[in-house]
Structures are given as structure tokens and as C-alpha cells.
């Protein structure tokens, strides 16, 4: 089975912060990696699939990249919105989560 | 407008069973492949099992393969999980999502709880 590990597990930051968050699996899954936000009490919204494509509507904002093993995951202007959880997730092999990283007011 | 609306979770006693239901509309249902996704409460996503847009095709996560049985019903619009043997550790909100190699789960229910509890 396909282990990802996200880092870190929790991240404080404050509005208009640059944030980074990390994922990285255990063996290659070329680039089949996505990245989901998700709110208290509400389903999980995907960000990004295939690595680095932008899902419609998500704001600019966010970008990714990686490939492989390593995958990053950047809001380059931390908004009031943005503080959840995200997750990545491989379907290279089946579908794996990262255990998530919540980004947390300063 | 794409919706999953889950249904059928509840209260239920350990050993007992559960059919959750996922209920579509606004694409072609028949045509997109289907997964069940659990997360347990202030935990993480968990992936719980998949089925192909025509059914044949069928996975599940180790941790509830032999007690759980997804299918679905393309004339219906209708995905489901039948549940049987619960534990304490199945409980969670169950979301149903849609899949595609593409754009991994797009659409997302808003799930349904599922407590097991005596």
C-alpha cells in the first residue's frame, strides 16, 4: 500500500502569509496527486489534481507541484478563507490520504 | 448542478448493519466511477471503496473488506454501501464521491453519520 505523510500536521500562519504544505508518498505515483480543503462539518473541496492543475473556481492563489515522491502544495497570500484542513491524496494505487494539515490562525 | 445527497446513516449497535444510500443528479451518473470516503470523528479522510461506472470493477479498504458490499443502480441514479458487522471503529460520517482518473474525487456528498454504539 502507498503511504503519503504530510508535514506539518499543523500550521500557524497569519492573513497575507505565504504557506507551504508538504506530502510525500512512498513510492513514486508519477503525478496523480491531489489536494483538498476542507471546513468543520463540510465535505472536502478538491484544489488540485494531477498534481499542479488548478480545479475551476479555485483562486489563483493556490498552486502545487512535485512529482514522484514530493509534492508541495503553496497559497502564496493566506486569505480568511483559506484556514482549514488539507489533504493530499494519491490515486496512482488505489486512493490514500495524507493524514491532513490544518492551517490555524496566528 | 452535480449533487450527491447521502442517506441512511444512524445509530446502530455494534455487530449490527446499515445501508447508506447516494443519490445523484445533475451529470451522467451511469458513466463516472463511484467511491465511498469515511472520516471518523476529528480524524482524517479514509478511503472505504470503489465500484467502476458499470459495477464490474470493485475495491475496498482492507479494513472493512468482507463486511462491506458497495454497488450501485445506473437506472436509479444510486450508489450504495451495505454495512454489516459493525464496530465501534466504523463510526464516522460516509461520504460518497465521484471519480475520474482525470480529476481524482471532484464532487463530494455532504455524507451521512454513522455511530455504533451500544
Known amino acids: 500500500d502507498i503511504q503519503m505523510t504530510q508535514s506539518p500536521s499543523t500550521l500557524s500562519a497569519s492573513v497575507g502569509d505565504r504557506v507551504t504544505i508538504t506530502c510525500r508518498a512512498s513510492q513514486s505515483i508519477s503525478s496523480w496527486l491531489a489536494w483538498y480543503q476542507q471546513k468543520p462539518g463540510r465535505a472536502p473541496q478538491l484544489l488540485i489534481y494531477?498534481?499542479?492543475s488548478l480545479e475551476s473556481g479555485v483562486p489563483s492563489r493556490f498552486s502545487a507541484s512535485g512529482s514522484g515522491t514530493e509534492f508541495t502544495l503553496t497559497i502564496s497570500s493566506l486569505q480568511p478563507d483559506d484556514f482549514a484542513t488539507y489533504y493530499c491524496q494519491q490515486y496512482s494505487s488505489y486512493w490514500t490520504f495524507g493524514q491532513g494539515t490544518k492551517v490555524e490562525i496566528k | 448542478e452535480v449533487q450527491l445527497v447521502e442517506s441512511g446513516g444512524g445509530l446502530i449497535q455494534p455487530g449490527g448493519s446499515l445501508r447508506l444510500s447516494c443519490a445523484a443528479s445533475g451529470f451522467t451518473f451511469s458513466t463516472y466511477s463511484m467511491n465511498w470516503v469515511r472520516q471518523a470523528p476529528g480524524k482524517g479522510l479514509e478511503w472505504v471503496s470503489y465500484i467502476s461506472s458499470s459495477g464490474t470493477t470493485i475495491y475496498y479498504a482492507e479494513s472493512v473488506k468482507g463486511r462491506f458490499t458497495i454497488s450501485r443502480d445506473n437506472a436509479k441514479n444510486s450508489l450504495y454501501l451495505q454495512m454489516n458487522s459493525l464496530r465501534a471503529e466504523d463510526t464516522a460520517v460516509y461520504y460518497c464521491?465521484?471519480?475520474?482518473?482525470?480529476?481524482?474525487?471532484?464532487?463530494w456528498g455532504r455524507g451521512t453519520l454513522v455511530t455504533v454504539s451500544s
Open positions: 464521491a465521484e471519480y475520474n482518473t482525470s480529476s481524482a474525487f471532484r464532487y
Open positions: 494531477k498534481a499542479s
